[in-house]
């Protein structure tokens, strides 16, 4: 998860957003120094880096997803190197494998005390809720907090969580990354100055419950009795094999092997040949989008990716460019498509599927399904793969020694006496002008 | 049907440009009659011409006393710590300046944030109807702009009139649901319609035009709604400090050309936006001002300022309390001690996080019905000094406390214009008196007057300022809306 999140990280680094936000934190300064991941000489004040790290991490949807809903590294690991960098002594790799996963567990509990957050959300985006305690959690973790310190930083953090879902699909959905990382970390930092919010924070609808309609808290066991079992283990993430939301994964998936069937009658594939596109796919308005003008839109289209996918036979980073958006054969391909929901398809990440049937102007039909897209947790990305992916991504800014030199430091981390070396190597940029 | 939006350079005529086609595919609202972007040509184009008098008299009392108070709560541990923590993490950025501490200086959103905290840190500052704390939200911020702008600083009618859109845009987005207009139960208001109004303050304050002011809204809806668990916790100020600083935050990120969702405030089915912090939500377009005419809500709806640093609900109890020790004192001796007391009824409005028997902290004292009843009635009134830790302790007050019971009676709703406070106290030779509030001295149906806003003002600026800034403040507020630049206002707050 790491490795996978910092390949996104640094391919996000070359977006627009994150360009905007890195202008804007500039007007801070402070003695401590925090990396932006990418960038060879770049520093901020570590809340700020873990800010805009954060926002390059989710700026394309291309981040790590899990189940129940939510993008459980990216409001984690910025915030845990930023921090750990303006330690006085850095933490050892194990150290910071233990905050990650602290930070990662803290949200899986909290996703599992309400039914609501199962399905595919309409109110408040996951991350942006349990992102940002997750974060808290983490950070408190590194920096040594006590008990009550390490509930005080979740009861500030909840101060700092919720926002709305309609901001997804627009340029600002990265930033409800970025703000869980940098406010989570904040969190930490005024406990351990003191700073106390509710100590039952968690146990009150009128708490951490405002965020949902039903919420039932349950008590964490403890490490150390014999009960405990990491959430992770027990429930896999999925990984993205290109930069949309996770539901269009299973419609990808089907519309490559409906044209497969196609091709594999017909000899090959001809757009014009197509009289209509038929998806099937879970209701969820946000990501229903027939003609997306934007990026941001197009990654959250059931129809652009379908359509994309019937064209190109692929899907890529690239498949999102302006200029991919804009093509002629594709706006004639979409407005072909219609979309059904139908009752049997529930909107949530562990149930879903999609199908996708192409009717020809003969009349002849191929259809296809998928209910398990490969990535997702229930067919997990090879290591091959999920190198590949990283060396794709990390190869857009790193040198190769950065890219090679982060693949072996996160390799060893738990053997890493310090975990310095792993921030020197996000630096090993491919110019050293920027 | 086709459609072939244009390829553009700029996103926002993208979308537009889809909008335009595709209206006829997917039935939405064109960009100008939505919502969203009513709020945003509103804030763009409103004039100072269209503040009409009494708005301008109200408003720079609000700005007054939120001076006052936020320069008292800079004494304030909680204060100190946020301080602290921003001088910690962040070099000093020579910019904007921290309430009533000379020569100290932060980043922008980081005085905002600070003074922010300050302005609340006590539970001193205005409240309003519906429910929220507004100025607290929006002063800091516009302060702390002005003080960076390059060149010319604003004028004082600028910033009066970006002041009251900040406090203008609280009050439209809460008459967009009915349960705003009840004391909260789940997300503290100044973090919902606060970090708006910081939003949109500062928009305006930055001239941006009407699109980057609906983008500045949609941003700080992602950076709003905090749970009203942290109410009566230490964590409460930063609230509004976070209003402040985050709404800021929108502002410039939007003056940058980040961009957010268009329909925000608007009703979208299955995609929550600004309502997602409602259960009932019906968003109205704003209308803007036409030639000469605008009502703003502070024109309709004025605010309530508090006498004593604690939740509005109890300055109630406070004056039906304190009317009775008038009544003991008058006829029985100079002072009320427990002996002479047998029991207290309170007839309050049904709000558990205002009722709370045996209070622990200053900030739980500042929420308990019961702590103010009693101070009120032994002391004839409740002050800041009726918080401190000494006074929390007294003998005489936990005496008193063991002898409260609470009643909730049907016709006393939890809501800031219609609930009452009633003190019921049973002596020990049998008399029972009792005192009633329908409304207290300060609610906005019995105004504070000028001289008590004054007072208040120096009884808190006076703690850390020398009494030339004292009064220099009072003038500058009170001629601000005659200011070629605003200088007088941001020089003299520390």
């Not at chain 1, 997803?65 to 050892?92: D, I, K, N, R, Y």
């Not at chain 1, 999609?354 to 290591?383: M, N």
């Not at chain 2, 335009?20 to 040509?41: H, I, N």
Request: one cysteine or more; glycine letters at 8%.
């Amino acid at each position: 998860m790491m490795l996978d999140t910092l390949g996104v990280g640094l391919i996000g680094t070359t977006t627009a957003v994150f360009n905007k936000a890195v202008q804007y934190s500039q007007c801070y300064k402070s003695e401590e120094k925090s990396s932006v991941w990418g960038k060879s000489s770049l520093t901020l004040p570590p809340p700020y880096a873990a800010f805009v790290n954060g926002i390059a991490v989710h700026s394309m949807d291309f981040d790590d997803t899990w189940h129940p809903a939510t993008h459980p590294s990216g409001a984690v690991l910025p915030a845990l190197l930023a921090l750990a960098e303006a330690m006085p002594s850095q933490p050892s790799g194990l150290d910071l494998l233990l905050a990650f996963n602290v930070g990662l567990e803290v949200q899986g509990r909290l996703l599992r005390f309400s039914r609501e957050a199962c399905d595919i959300p309409k109110r408040f985006h996951p991350p942006s809720v349990v992102g940002v305690m997750g974060s808290a959690a983490a950070s408190a973790k590194l920096l040594g907090l006590s008990p009550t310190q390490c509930t005080h930083a979740l009861a500030i953090a909840a101060s700092s969580a919720g926002a709305p879902l309609a901001n997804t699909t627009t340029q600002t959905k990265p930033l409800h990354i970025g703000n869980a990382a940098r406010r989570g970390l904040e969190a930490a930092q005024l406990a351990q100055m003191g700073l106390e919010g509710n100590p039952g924070i968690l146990d009150m609808d009128c708490g951490f419950g405002v965020f949902y309609s039903d919420y039932n808290p349950t008590e964490m066991t403890q490490p150390s009795t014999s009960g405990f079992r990491w959430t992770l283990e027990d429930q896999g993430i999925a990984v993205k094999r290109f930069p949309a939301h996770l539901g269009m994964h299973w419609v990808v998936d089907a519309a490559l092997a409906a044209r497969a069937k196609l091709e594999g009658r017909v000899g090959n594939f001809d757009p014009s040949q197509i009289r209509e596109v038929t998806l099937r796919v879970p209701p969820s308005k946000y990501i229903n989008c027939p003609f997306p003008a934007t990026e941001h839109q197009a990654r959250h289209s059931f129809q652009f990716n379908a359509c994309s996918a019937l064209l190109d036979n692929n899907m890529m980073v690239g498949s999102f460019s302006e200029d991919q958006i804009g093509r002629p054969a594709l706006k004639e391909l979409l407005a072909k498509v219609k979309v059904e929901s139908p009752e049997d398809n529930h909107p949530s990440f562990d149930k879903m599927y999609c199908e996708v049937a192409i009717e020809t102007q003969q009349g002849q039909s191929y259809a296809a399904r998928c209910d398990t897209f490969y990535g997702h947790w229930r067919k997990p990305l090879s290591h091959e793969d999920l190198l590949e992916k990283f060396r794709a991504n990390a190869s857009t800014v790193l040198s190769s020694e950065g890219v090679e030199g982060t693949i072996d430091a996160i390799g060893d981390l738990e053997r890493n006496r310090d975990c310095a070396s792993l921030g020197s190597y996000l630096k090993k940029t491919v110019q050293l002008n920027e | 049907i086709l459609c072939v939006p244009q390829k553009t350079i700029r996103p926002l005529c993208a979308i537009r440009g889809m909008h335009k086609s595709a209206v006829e595919v997917l039935e939405r609202p064109a960009p100008e009659d939505t919502v969203t972007a009513s709020f945003g040509q509103f804030i763009s184009g409103v004039k100072p011409q269209h503040l009409s008098s009494v708005v301008l008299h109200r408003s720079k009392r609000m700005v007054l006393d939120s001076i006052g108070v936020g320069l008292l709560g800079s004494t304030t541990d909680v204060f100190e710590l946020a301080l602290q923590h921003c001088q910690h993490m962040y070099a000093p950025d020579d910019i904007s300046s921290v309430y009533g501490r000379r020569g100290t200086k932060l980043s922008p959103t980081l005085a905002a944030f600070v003074n922010g905290v300050a302005a609340h840190s006590m539970d001193f500052d205005d409240t309003w109807h519906p429910a929220t704390h507004p100025s607290g939200a929006v002063l800091p911020a516009l302060l702390a702009l002005s003080e960076r702008m390059p060149g010319n600083k604003p004028s004082g009618l600028d910033f009066l009139l970006a002041f009251n859109v900040g406090i203008e845009i609280q009050g439209r987005l809460m008459r967009f649901s009915n349960e705003a207009r009840n004391i909260p139960k789940k997300f503290h208001p100044p973090s919902v319609v606060g970090t708006m109004g910081s939003a949109a303050a500062c928009a305006c304050l930055l001239s941006l035009n009407a699109s980057q002011c609906s983008h500045a809204l949609a941003i700080a809806a992602s950076l709003s709604g905090a749970p009203m668990a942290n109410a009566a916790t230490q964590s409460k100020p930063l609230h509004i400090g976070n209003a402040s600083r985050l709404g800021l935050e929108a502002a410039q990120l939007a003056s940058r050309g980040l961009e957010a969702s268009p329909l925000v405030l608007d009703a979208v089915t299955g995609v929550a936006g600004f309502s997602a912090f409602y259960e009932d939500y019906m968003p109205q377009p704003l209308t803007s001002p036409n030639g000469e005419t605008h009502t703003f809500l502070l024109e309709e709806q004025d605010m309530g300022f508090k006498r004593f640093p604690a939740h509005l609900g109890m300055h109630w109890v406070a004056d039906a309390a304190a009317a009775v020790h008038k009544f003991i004192v008058g006829i029985e001796s100079n002072t009320v001690s427990p002996a002479q007391i047998q029991d207290i009824m309170l007839r309050v409005p049904h709000s558990k996080y205002i009722n709370r028997p045996f209070p622990e902290s200053e900030h739980q004292a500042r929420h308990s019905f019961q702590f103010n009843a009693c101070t009120a009635l032994l002391d004839g009134e409740v002050t800041v000094e009726s918080f401190s830790p000494a006074a929390l302790r007294r003998p005489e007050l936990l005496s008193l406390l063991s002898r409260v019971s609470v009643e909730h009676p049907h016709d006393n709703p939890a809501n800031f214009d219609r609930m009452y406070g009633e003190v019921e106290v049973t002596l020990v030779g049998g008399d029972v008196l009792k005192g009633r509030c329908d409304t207290f001295y300060g609610h906005w149906r019995n105004p504070l007057t000028n001289e008590s806003l004054r007072k208040k003002f120096r009884n808190n600026a006076g703690v850390v300022l020398p009494p030339e800034n004292v009064e220099g403040l009072i003038e500058a507020v009170e001629g601000l809306d005659e200011l070629e630049d605003c200088t007088p206002l941001l020089s003299q707050l520390q």
